[in-house]
Structure formats: structure tokens, C-alpha cells
């Protein structure tokens, strides 16, 4: 079953992260990889249990379960995109795996299980798709056995570190006013990507039924040079289906004009700059 996530990564590799150079690769890989294993560690699953592996995207937790537990715990890739479960199966068939994974299409706000029906609930970076987080919680809460688990990891995008941030007054065209709107858009309700943090992941959790509640937050400190692609890319990759890039959240504040001189000030400013940047991410333990 090794080859199972050495497959994995192979296919992430040729497909979602072709645009990487191999280093990135490499690094992107390892710490999936180092993600998945403390979160399937946290989730205390055993032999005979009915995992599901709730917006499965790629299949990273999913695969890991199977590589770990083989045929020995049920395994449901489960995902609102059609195109990720075909992904994940193709892959299974590839590898000759069946007897053990299942797949259900569905959103996290509507799970199409019986209740109580689940002994662990594994997500990946969902919660920030979804802007009712109470309502995903209670539907997880929903189809879990009593005693199941539900352990997840969030990233906390409204305490990232912000443009402003990395950037000098005397190097923008309107600073101060480019800055108010970046603290504006990271307090949004209506954003999915920022109207939360550590503290209402555990009321909301708690509200929704779960004991022994954990969040623990960590830091993430990355330290890199940056390039005037790299920025471009910043601005203008969506960090996820149907979501809006960075350009278009600012377009709700200024003109095109103004924003594309924003993105060049910004190019000219932090080009060939090594920066540092820190992420707040959230690992979630909670018990039914």
C-alpha cells in the first residue's frame, strides 16, 4: 500500500502543481504529507471504523487512511466537485484499491449520510469555502457515532500577514487608503475566507454539540524572495473554486487603474525582495 501516496504525490506533482519548479514541489509534498499524518494521528481511527473524508479536493487525507489502514477501515472520498471524486477514484482504480473507498458527492452543509453513522470526520482546508461554518459543523456533528471524532485543519487567512504590511507608505499611491480596504476585506462576515478565527471555530463547535473541544493555532513563518511573476500571481490566482482573486476584491474599492497601479508599485517595491511572511493555521480536535 505505500505506493498508494507515492502515486499520490506523483499525480500532484504532474497536474496541480506542474507550474512549481521541483524544489516547490518537493517541499509542497513533504509538508502535505507532514500535515496529514498529524491529522490522521489526532483522529485515533481503528480498524473497522467508516472514515469520511469530508471536501476530499485531491484526496490527501483519504489516501493517507488507506495507505495506513489498507482494507481494514471504510473509506469515503467525499466532495461537492464531481471532477475531484472522478480524480480520486480514477486514481484508486489505477492502483487496483476498491474493496475499502466509497465516494458521495455532496456540499458539508447538506451531507447526504444517515445520522450517526460515522465514527471520524476528516477535513482539509475546507472551512474556508464555506461561509456558514455552524451550519457544517452540525451537519458533522449530525452523522458522527457518539464518541466519533472530527478533527480538521483551517488556515486562519485573516490573520496572515497583509500587503501593507511588507510594504512602505512612501512606495504606494494611496497607502493608507489601499491599506484601510485590506483591513476591511479580511473582516468581511459575508467572506468565507476570513470571517473566522480560532475563537469561533471553538464556539461554533461547542454550540453545535461537541465536547472536548480543541483548537490549537500554530504560526507558520516563511521567509522567501519574491519576484515580479510571483507578485502578479498573487493578485490574480483565485485561492479557490469561485472565489475572487485578489484584483477583483480590490476592484470593489477602486478602478481598474488605480488597482494595476497598486499591483506595479507593488511589483517595483518588493521585487527581488526576500520577505517574510507568517500564517496563522488552526488544527481542530472534536468529540461527539
Given at each position: 500500500m505505500e505506493k498508494v501516496c507515492k502515486n499520490w504525490a506523483q499525480w500532484l506533482k504532474q497536474t496541480r502543481f506542474d507550474y512549481m519548479d521541483e524544489t516547490q514541489k518537493t517541499q509542497t509534498?513533504?509538508?502535505?504529507?507532514?500535515?496529514?499524518?498529524?491529522?490522521?494521528?489526532?483522529?485515533?481511527?481503528?480498524?473497522?471504523?467508516?472514515?469520511?473524508?469530508?471536501?476530499?479536493?485531491?484526496?490527501?487525507?483519504?489516501?493517507?487512511?488507506i495507505e495506513q489502514f489498507e482494507d481494514n477501515v471504510e473509506v469515503i472520498f467525499s466532495d461537492k466537485y464531481k471532477g475531484c471524486l472522478d480524480e480520486c477514484q480514477q486514481l484508486l482504480e489505477n492502483l487496483n484499491v476498491k474493496n475499502c473507498a466509497s465516494f458521495l458527492k455532496c456540499n458539508i452543509t447538506n451531507i447526504r449520510k444517515k445520522t450517526s453513522t460515522i465514527d471520524r470526520a476528516l477535513t482539509r482546508s475546507v472551512l474556508v469555502h464555506v461561509i456558514n461554518k455552524p451550519?457544517?459543523?452540525?451537519?458533522?456533528?449530525?452523522?458522527?457515532?457518539?464518541?466519533?471524532?472530527?478533527?480538521?485543519?483551517?488556515?486562519?487567512?485573516?490573520?496572515?500577514?497583509?500587503?501593507?504590511?511588507?510594504?512602505?507608505?512612501?512606495?504606494?499611491?494611496?497607502?493608507?487608503?489601499?491599506?484601510?480596504?485590506?483591513?476591511?476585506?479580511?473582516?468581511?462576515?459575508?467572506d468565507a475566507l476570513v470571517n473566522f478565527n480560532h475563537e469561533t471555530l471553538t464556539d461554533d463547535l461547542q454550540e453545535s454539540g461537541f465536547i472536548d473541544v480543541k483548537v490549537r493555532i500554530e504560526t507558520v513563518t516563511s521567509n522567501y524572495i519574491v519576484s515580479k511573476e510571483g507578485i502578479e500571481k498573487w493578485f490574480l490566482t483565485p485561492p479557490g473554486p469561485n472565489q475572487k482573486t485578489m484584483k477583483q476584491r480590490f476592484l470593489e474599492y477602486f478602478d481598474e487603474?488605480?488597482?494595476?497601479?497598486?499591483?506595479?508599485?507593488?511589483?517595483?517595491?518588493?521585487?527581488?525582495?526576500?520577505?517574510?511572511?507568517n500564517s496563522k493555521t488552526a488544527f481542530i480536535k472534536a468529540i461527539k
Open positions: 509534498i513533504n509538508w502535505l504529507i507532514q500535515l496529514r499524518n498529524e491529522l490522521i494521528n489526532l483522529a485515533e481511527i481503528y480498524p473497522g471504523q467508516k472514515v469520511i473524508d469530508l471536501g476530499c479536493g485531491s484526496g490527501l487525507l483519504g489516501f493517507g487512511v451550519l457544517a459543523f452540525g451537519e458533522i456533528y449530525r452523522i458522527l457515532k457518539p464518541d466519533g471524532i472530527y478533527v480538521g485543519f483551517e488556515p486562519i487567512i485573516s490573520q496572515n500577514t497583509r500587503y501593507y504590511e511588507l510594504l512602505k507608505p512612501n512606495q504606494i499611491t494611496n497607502y493608507c487608503e489601499f491599506k484601510e480596504a485590506e483591513k476591511d476585506m479580511m473582516e468581511d462576515p459575508e487603474e488605480e488597482v494595476d497601479v497598486y499591483i506595479k508599485e507593488v511589483q517595483k517595491a518588493l521585487n527581488n525582495k526576500n520577505v517574510t511572511i
